[in-house]
């Protein structure tokens, strides 16, 4: 017999929690301690088992997420046409929605079961009957409706795709989001040396130019201590870049970098960038198995543009893949051209998301453009092969 079991902290997970989930670490108990330590304040965790009789066969994660739009629009200058789009974005999407996976980080980080001990169908049931579960929970206990349910960011090969019945007996939209910008590394790239001569010449200029732009700022590992005495800075610098983005769905808390450290320990890195012993900016990685996860990064933009700080961030990160043997660079979203000029390439992804409001829910589609606008860049290709 198959049945679920709603958890709503880290600390009363079972046991066998971690073993199942070996192969991806947003799905571990070590980085969830961190988040309940340092998560936005608008993001919930609920962590659901998937059991077969009594061993545990599955896993989800659920995140309550109260959107408002202070938090998602910022620092945007809009024309009045602009104000009309936003506002009626903000209404589809304002108020508490459920996501199956991890607002907080690009990709599938949210579903796990094992096949050989459970079919697909009877999982992905059972996990939309504990949705159900916890948006009764939050309206009994917090007096709050759930407006929207999402399952976020699928690869176009997924096998949740052949579950077309599901997703339509649920009336669960299947929509394209921006892609997650992956870069494989080659076997031949023993050293970051190997990777330069791989470039064409055009972008062994172009890394020759960013690196010399650097001009005096030494880019440096951060240790423990040295991320709990520099949380402030590293905290505005991720602010300067989160305020400018168009879009954003919550704030990372100033203990945040700290706590992914203290859990996380060497699979969390911390890389400064310094001006004469000033922190002007910075980037994370997350060693996720035979994967190298960028993460959140910040720079002073006084610096960004005449030192080239963030196209030597995206060096600097795959020297660091590479040198330490890693299959792949995930980039993630945004920024997809820059990141294209260092080798990564775009992989499609989408969402399946419903509204509770009917007519909401058949424009969304449309609401969805609205957020992930289709962006006119050119991909790069920069190797001579």
């Known amino acids: 017999m198959t049945s679920f079991q709603i ?88 108020g508490n929605i459920l996501v199956v996976g991890n607002l907080m980080h690009t990709g599938q980080h949210g579903l796990f079961f ?10 992905l049931n059972l996990v939309f009957e504990a949705l159900y579960v916890i948006k009764n929970h939050i309206k ?24 077309t019945d599901f997703f339509s007996n649920h009336k669960l939209h299947k929509v394209k989001v921006q892609p997650n910008m992956i870069l494989k590394l080659q076997p031949n790239w023993l050293s970051f040396k190997d990777y330069i001569s791989a470039l064409n010449k ?12 650097l001009n005096g700022i030494r880019c440096s590992e951060l240790s423990l201590g040295a991320v709990k005495a520099s949380s402030s800075e590293l905290h505005a610098l991720y602010l300067n870049v989160s305020n400018n983005a168009k879009f954003n769905t919550f704030i990372l808390p100033e203990n945040h970098f700290y706590n992914l450290k203290l859990q996380l320990q060497n699979r969390f890195r911390v890389f400064g960038y310094y001006l004469n012993e000033e ?16 993460y959140f990064l ?15 961030m995206l060096y600097s990160m795959l020297e660091f893949g590479i040198s330490n043997h890693f ?32 007519f909401i829910n058949a424009v969304l589609k449309q609401v969805f453009g609205l957020m992930n606008p289709k962006q006119k860049w050119q991909e790069r290709h920069p190797f001579h092969y």
Not at 37 to 61: H, T
Not at 202 to 213: Q, S, V
Not at 327 to 347: D, L, N, Q
């Open 279 to 294: 922190l002007v900016g910075f980037f994370t990685l997350i060693e996720n198995e035979k994967h190298l996860e960028t």
């Open 7 to 94: 958890y709503h902290s880290v600390t009363s997970l079972p046991h066998s929690w971690d073993s199942i989930v070996v192969h991806d670490i947003f799905l571990q108990s070590s980085y969830f301690k961190a988040l309940e330590e340092a998560s936005p304040n608008n993001i919930q965790f609920f962590y659901v088992g998937i059991f077969d009789e009594e061993v545990l066969v599955g896993v989800a994660i659920i995140q309550r997420v109260q959107l408002y739009l202070k938090d998602m629009f910022r620092n945007i200058n809009v024309s009045c046409v602009k104000e009309f789009f936003r506002d009626m974005v903000s209404k589809a999407l304002k």
């Open 140 to 163: 009994t206990n917090q007096n709050k409706t759930i407006r929207a349910i999402m399952f976020k960011d699928y690869f176009l090969d997924d096998s949740i795709h052949l579950k």
């Open 114 to 123: 094992q096949k050989e001990n459970i079919s697909q169908t009877t999982y």
């Open 298 to 312: 910040g720079y002073d933009e006084a610096h960004q543009y005449k030192n080239q700080l963030y196209l030597n």
């Open 202 to 213: 055009k972008y062994k200029r172009r890394y020759k130019t960013a690196r010399n732009k």
């Open 327 to 358: 299959k792949t660079v995930v980039y993630a979203r945004t920024a997809m051209e820059i990141k294209s000029s260092v080798g990564a390439k775009p992989e499609p992804m989408v969402v399946y998301i419903k509204h509770t409001n009917s």
